[in-house]
């Protein structure tokens, strides 16, 4: 069993990586957010990629449009087609809002965990990400356990894989890397 510390480190890190991967606005994606980014990078050894990620905020006249633009495309209206949904649905049941949603919601629903009113699918990264958060804060070993391998690990991979084939800037190459670098930490090692 974790401690409590550990557990609440977990549930950030968590928080975090969903909160990354929501639609880029300025009262999260400033200095502070990238700053905080910059020093876990480092934190976890990954220099050039926070020098990657430095270097492309320098670089750019507006880096939260640039965002805003690469999350468009990759996760909401790309042409021809969305790059990489961010919905397990899509990868598990080859359409949005499948059983898979539904099974989801239901697991939700079991641990005490509600989506307020007019929230996006129950299937999004995003969702879930707070889900494990919950369960992280929660300190419910089993559950996250459970919901990683049933839900979560059955679809990641291959979304994550389009995302870091697709992605143009290195800021959702990096998300990406961290969330299943976590995922695949708690999963296997409970860390």
């Known amino acids: 069993m974790q401690n409590q510390s550990s557990t609440d480190h977990i549930a950030t890190l968590y928080l975090f990586?969903?909160?990354s991967m929501q639609y880029p606005e300025k009262i999260w994606a400033n200095d502070q957010y990238f700053e905080k980014?910059?020093?876990?990078?480092?934190?976890l050894g990954e220099i050039e990629q926070s020098q990657k990620l430095q270097a492309a905020c320098k670089q750019s006249k507006d880096f939260?449009?640039?965002l805003q633009v690469e999350h468009t495309r990759l996760f909401i209206n790309g042409v021809p087609h969305?790059?990489?949904p961010p919905y397990g649905s899509v990868y598990i049941d080859k359409t949005l809002r499948g059983q898979y949603s539904d099974k989801i919601s239901g697991f939700y629903n079991t641990?005490?965990?509600r989506l307020k009113e007019g929230a996006d699918l129950p299937d999004s990264l995003v969702h879930q990400l707070?889900?494990?958060s919950y369960l992280a804060r929660d300190n419910n070993q089993q559950a996250e356990e459970e919901f990683l391998r049933r839900f979560f690990l059955p679809w990641f991979p291959i979304f994550a894989g389009r995302v870091k084939e697709e992605a143009?800037?290195?800021f959702y190459h990096i998300i990406i890397s961290l969330i299943d670098f976590f995922t695949k930490e708690?999963?296997?090692y409970g860390v």
Do not use: K, N, S
């Open 168 to 170: 143009e800037h290195p």
């Open 17 to 19: 990586c969903a909160q």
């Open 130 to 132: 707070e889900f494990l």
């Open 186 to 188: 708690e999963e296997e």
């Open 111 to 113: 641990h005490g965990y």
């Open 37 to 43: 980014l910059c020093f876990l990078l480092e934190t």
């Open 82 to 84: 969305v790059a990489a």
């Open 64 to 66: 939260l449009e640039d």
